[in-house]
Antibody, heavy 120, light 107 residues
Framework: EVQLLESGAGLVQPGGSLRLSCAATGLIFSNYAMSWVRQAPGKGLEWVSSISGNGGSTYYADSVKGRFTISRDNFKNTLSLQLNSLRAVDTAIYYC?????????????WGQGTLVTVSS | DIQMTQSPSSLSASVGDRVTITCRASQTISSYLNWYQQKSGKAPKLLIHAASSLQSGVPSRFSGSGSGTDFTLTISSLQPEDFATYYCQQSYTTPLTFGPGTKVDIK
């Protein structure tokens, strides 16, 4: 059974940083692209970033480009998202999700989400 | 960027009703369209991938159709556990984009 477990939730001041992690089990991790999708309180789903299976290609939404960095460790079966220069609008539940590839695929498995709150 | 729209934004329906939700892309996305169900406080769940392929374990009352720019999610006979918000998502190109969602609640 595929399971994704996010961690790293927290309250951070505007301009601060946070690192989110997602531990994956039940699959050959390096075979799959991984993504982060977020959901602001009471709002819809927003794609944030994706990374290819071997980590060689990364993709970002314009809203986070230059501030967030996605990475993965295929030995530890872990996905990470480094969040810098955080803004109030980044407040959201952050989900990690699995797809076969970055595009032409779907998010077949999701973590339970981890809450990031940016507030002074 | 490819914009996704959904209609209606919300609907009220009764158990046993046939429900149809539409999704439109701002440009052609072939069949790279997925549907998700999200219940309150839970992570989204994949229902349909590649426009019309039912995800393993999803009840057959859910079906998807369409290609190009216009897509449909149909629930043939609404069940109590189907009251939720439904999102479409294009995977044709990055940035990956979701529709704004359709909330299905009890009439």
């Amino acid at each position: 059974e595929v399971q994704l477990l996010e961690s790293g939730a927290g309250l951070v001041q505007p301009g601060g940083s946070l690192r989110l992690s997602c531990a994956a089990t039940g699959l050959i991790f390096s075979n799959y692209a991984m993504s982060w999708v977020r959901q602001a309180p009471g709002k819809g789903l927003e794609w944030v970033s994706s990374i290819s299976g071997n980590g060689g290609s990364t993709y970002y939404a314009d809203s986070v480009k230059g501030r967030f960095t996605i990475s993965r460790d295929n030995f530890k079966n872990t996905l990470s998202l480094q969040l810098n220069s955080l803004r109030a609008v980044d407040t959201a539940i952050y989900y990690c999700a699995i797809g076969d590839t970055v595009t032409a695929s779907s998010f077949a498995y999701w973590g339970q989400g981890t809450l990031v709150t940016v507030s002074s | 960027d490819i914009q996704m729209t959904q209609s209606p934004s919300s609907l009220s329906a009764s158990v046993g009703d046939r429900v149809t939700i539409t999704c439109r892309a701002s440009q052609t996305i072939s069949s790279y369209l997925n549907w998700y169900q999200q219940k309150s406080g839970k992570a989204p769940k994949l229902l349909i991938h590649a426009a019309s392929s039912l995800q393993s374990g999803v009840p057959s009352r859910f079906s998807g159709s369409g290609s190009g720019t216009d897509f449909t999610l149909t629930i043939s006979s609404l069940q109590p556990e189907d009251f939720a918000t439904y999102y479409c998502q294009q995977s044709y190109t990055t940035p990956l984009t979701f529709g704004p969602g359709t909330k299905v609640d009890i009439k």
